[in-house]
Every structure is written in C-alpha cells, then in structure tokens.
C-alpha cells in the first residue's frame, strides 16, 4: 500500500504515524500499528471514557451529545423489525444505552476500557469487556458509534457482529469520512484521523465493501451534521489558532454545505442488514 498522508497523535503521545491507501477497500490505513494501543487512550481528555465537562471543548460535547443520544435512540427504534434486544459496542460511559433503556430496549455492552465500564456502573449499565460474555445471544439492533475504526482484526469483527445478529436484526455504525471537504481542508490536522486510536479510516466505498464480503448490505446512510464543527474546532486547535472556535463554525458550516451536493458528510452514519 503506498502512502497516503503523514500525520501525527497530537492528543496523547505526539508520536508520528503515516496512513497508507488501501485501493481494494478504498480507505485509509494507519501504520504502524502499536501492539498495545491502550496507553494510547490512558488520557485524562480521551472524552468517551469520561463524562469530563472540565473545557469549553467538553462542555460543547456533552450538550450536543445530550441531543445525539435521542436521535440515535429514534433512529434505532425506526429500524427495529421485530427485537428490541440492542448490542452497543464501545459503550463508553453508558450513555447511549441508558436512554435506549428508557425506551423499552433490553441492552447489552461492551466496552474495553475499565475506566469507562465503572462510569458506565454508577448509571446501572453493566458492560462486559469484550464479546466473549456474550455466549450465543442474538440481537436485534448492534449499533457502532465511532467505534468500527478502533477495531484490530476488522473482518474479524464484522464476522462477529453478523453472527450476533438476527436474521432481521439492523446493525447501525457511525465512522468519520475521510473524503469530506473538512478532512480535505485539514490535512494531517483533521482531528478525526486521531492516529493510532483509529486503525482504519473508511469512504463510503470502504464500508459497503468490507459488510458485503460478509453477506451483509447498506440499505442506508446518513449524516452526522454536528460531526463537522467538532472536529474542525479540534483541529483548529491542533493548529494551535487561537480563534479556533470562528474559524472551526465556519469550516464545519462550509463542509456540510459541501456535502449537501456531494453527500460526503465530515461523519456518516450507516444502516447496514443481513442480505435475503
């Protein structure tokens, strides 16, 4: 695979990485790959595995998360075909599955970073590490909200998630797009690249590809249109502008209106069932 951009983790250990194009899925892979990537994420600003609210960054998170979560919940609810039984994987805090639970979900977890799984505990949600607990369950909704780019072994997982789904179960998965005019404008500092953490970095073309080699179909795709601002206002500052919440409205303004025309949204969300 030839070499695609050079960028660098500029959260955690500013440790510089290239991402590789990857023609027959067409996405972008990130290399090397630490062995280990849990030191990656031993951060006290990783924000899905805190419910912080300690910046203006993390504030402005927690509110539009607040609203993402009901219209995730909504948009679930919409495809349930007949079990409400619902899998998250990278649960994070919990969040999203006790608003599910208040709508009539039965819900299961996983999540494998222990400081999340204990946040998630103090709001009554038990996630399991990994998928191993789960046994033969069956779910009728699996959801991926940024979470199929942390994932080692990638078909692997998708095997795993196909075989935990109901014949008319929904699988829902959400990953930043690295053909959007944001990621494009940003370059190496596109926040939503955040090497290593993301292992791969999906097109549109990538996730249609990577669920059909495993008899599985997009019936639909979404935007994510908060998506955009947030990661232009990371980006921003990875830059070091210290104007980076102007600068950021109007980047993630410009890309959604771009992606009006084309549909390459900052983030896409993906409805994804079993094949008849």
């Known amino acids: ?18 991402l590789h194009y990857d023609a027959e899925l067409e996405m972008l892979v990130t290399h090397p790959q630490p062995k280990d990537l849990s030191p990656y994420y031993d951060s006290e600003v990783y924000i899905s595995h805190t419910d912080s609210k300690t910046s203006l960054t993390d504030r402005l998170y ?6 993402s979560l009901r219209k995730k919940v909504k948009l679930i609810d919409n495809q349930i075909v007949n079990s409400k039984k619902l899998l998250d994987f ?5 969040d999203f599955l006790v608003k599910a639970r208040t709508k009539g979900f039965s ?9 999340a799984r204990l946040n998630a ?8 590490e990994n998928s191993s607990a789960l046994k033969e369950s069956r779910y009728g909704a699996i959801t991926l909200w940024h979470v199929l780019e942390h994932l ?8 795993k998630i196909a075989s935990l789904l109901d014949k008319d179960g929904v699988v829902v998965v959400a990953v930043p797009n690295y053909k959007s005019y944001d990621a494009k404008f940003y370059g190496a500092y596109w926040a939503a690249y955040d090497v ?3 292992i791969w ?4 073309t990538s996730i249609i590809r990577l669920f059909d080699k495993h008899e599985m179909e997009v019936v639909s795709i979404k935007p994510m249109l908060f998506d955009s601002f947030y990661v232009s206002l990371l980006s921003e500052k990875y830059k070091g502008n210290k104007l980076y919440l102007i600068n950021a409205f109007f980047i993630g303004l410009w890309s959604n209106i771009k992606a009006y025309f084309s549909k390459e949204y900052s983030s896409l969300i993906y409805v994804i069932k079993k094949k008849n």
Request: glycine residues 10%.
């Open 90 to 94: 990278g649960a994070g805090t919990g």
């Open 201 to 204: 970095h999906f097109s549109k």
């Open 152 to 159: 080692p072994d990638l078909d692997g997982q998708v095997e």
């Open 121 to 128: 505990a103090k709001k009554g949600i038990v996630l399991h």
């Open 1 to 18: 695979m030839k070499s695609y951009l050079k960028t660098k983790d500029f959260s955690v250990s500013q440790e510089s990485f290239e």
């Open 62 to 67: 927690q509110k539009v998360k607040q609203y």
């Open 107 to 115: 819900v299961d977890g996983i999540e494998p970073n222990e400081k």
């Open 196 to 198: 290593p953490r993301h």
